[in-house]
Nanobody, 117 residues
Framework: QVELVESGGGLVQPGGSLRLSCVPSGSIFSIYDMGWYRQAPGEQRELVASMSKYGSTNYADSVKGRFTISRDNAKNTVYLQMNSLKPEDTAVYYC???????????WGQGTLVTVSS
């Protein structure tokens, strides 16, 4: 069973930056698509950014130009660089790994990001 561990959340002022990290148990990037999701209180969990096992990326419209998903194979880590943070970015952020065949999805425990002055 693959496990994911997120870190890097915290309190930041509007306009600030934060970088989240996700470390999976084992080297899985060649067979899993990776993604970052977030869930604000009372709202549905939404996709923020994703990266396929081939390296292609996608972003939610609300974060395009501000957030960047990246991968460091040597460090076995997926990152979410968040710049120009807004209060509406406040949420618990989750790392996600997805395998298509056989089908399997794994979630991290989440890390809280709070954007407030």
């Amino acid at each position: 069973q693959v496990e994911l561990v997120e870190s890097g959340g915290g309190l930041v002022q509007p306009g600030g930056s934060l970088r989240l990290s996700c470390v999976p148990s084992g080297s899985i990037f060649s067979i899993y698509d990776m993604g970052w999701y977030r869930q604000a209180p009372g709202e549905q969990r939404e996709l923020v950014a994703s990266m396929s096992k081939y390296g292609s990326t996608n972003y939610a419209d609300s974060v395009k130009g501000r957030f960047t998903i990246s991968r460091d194979n040597a460090k076995n880590t997926v990152y979410l660089q968040m710049n120009s943070l807004k209060p509406e970015d406040t949420a618990v952020y989750y790392c996600n790994a997805r395998r298509w065949s056989p089908k399997l999805e794994v979630w991290g425990q989440g890390t809280l990001v709070t954007v407030s002055s």
